[in-house]
């Protein structure tokens, strides 16, 4: 009977963790997006295995950052835009959503813009492929329910396996592998810090922290289940920076030191894609364009979505992938707006794209650092959280998260003076 019942008590922790699973997941994977590809790729191509040692950092960092934003969305049932403007009011939270929108608008563009390109790899023509999955976004999120969204894009997730396939077939030199995650090796020079910065601002992008929470409160997690909500925020940070640390493998093996920096400087995702056939074969070329594809549509929803409920939080709207269109049209039309400006701008002849993409990484570097001291103090404060106020742990690892944040952009500041040393 004992042995019956401590089954049946393992079965329901299954159970459970299996309802509360989704938005660490989801979250964390989106965020390995078109943009992000391209990032790790260039870190690869350009510096080697040399990056390698702050993916290590970044992923504590992102798996402590999720579940402070996991933990206050259980507790609370708010998001973080709703929490920001009680907190801090409202002018404060007008200029941080002002800077999200562009930076998610940018990274919408970039979604497409992956989506487009992985199937050009196959001959497919963007004209064909962006407005037919622009529309069936559109359809998911605004006619489908919270469960089913995100049902779908779980499974869409799978397609990440692809990367570490691909890592796994370049067949690196582990031993140099390992050496570059364990001992730090940085470079000098002002591209280094700069691609530092848009790695941070990829792997902890600013609306992955307001979409993680939003989608935690919107499920309606109860407080007793806070530990399966931990455990999906955290293993969706590993799960999502192993895929980063296969690509920059990949690139790395593939494409470093074969290529000029003018080269390097103009490559897209699909580019990369290319670039690795001859060192990893034709099939992780397949499995890195269906990759890419998967991200791009992934996120595509995701990112778009993220704004729409960041926005309407911000401001007391109306919002949910629950609600008609009649009952939150402040939601669905910015859902619907970011589309619909991500979708054209891809269709337009000679929109710099690359650019585009490494930008609204950078962007979302330089604003993390504000919205990580917006969650320090909110996660800080009993009268918001109670007893799941921070930890000694967390409070460290958040913190040096942002010192670390800002000490990247004060070298990136001095590299970029007339005569500094590190210029170049």
Known sequence: MDR????????????ILLAVIGPGLITTNAGNDAGAIATYSQAGAEFGFRMLWILVVITISLAVVNEMASRMGVVTGKGLADLIRERFGVRGTVFAMLMLLVANAVTTM??????????????VPKYVTVPVVAALVWLLIVRGSYPVVEKVLLSIGVVYLAYIVSGINSHPDWGAVIKSTVVPQPVASLSYFLLAIGLIGTTIAPWMLFYLQSSVAEKGIPNEQLPYSRADAVAGAIFADLVAFFIIVAAAVAIHGTLSPDRLANMQAADYARALQPAVGPAAFVLFGIGLFGASLLSAGVVP???AYTVTEAFGWERGVGQRLAEAPVF??????LIAIGALAVLIPGVPLVQMILLS????????????IYMIVLVNDRRIMGRYVNGRLAN?????TVVLLVGLIALFLFSALPGSPLRG
């Open 4 to 15: 019956l019942i401590g089954r049946l008590r393992r079965f329901r922790r299954i159970f």
């Open 110 to 123: 970039a979604e497409f813009a992956g989506v487009a390109a992985a199937l050009q790899l196959f001959g």
């Open 305 to 307: 979505l993220s704004t």
């Open 332 to 337: 669905f039309g910015i859902f619907t707006g």
């Open 361 to 372: 990484q950078e962007i979302n570097g330089l604003i993390l650092a504000a919205i990580l």
């Open 396 to 400: 460290v690892v958040s913190g040096a």
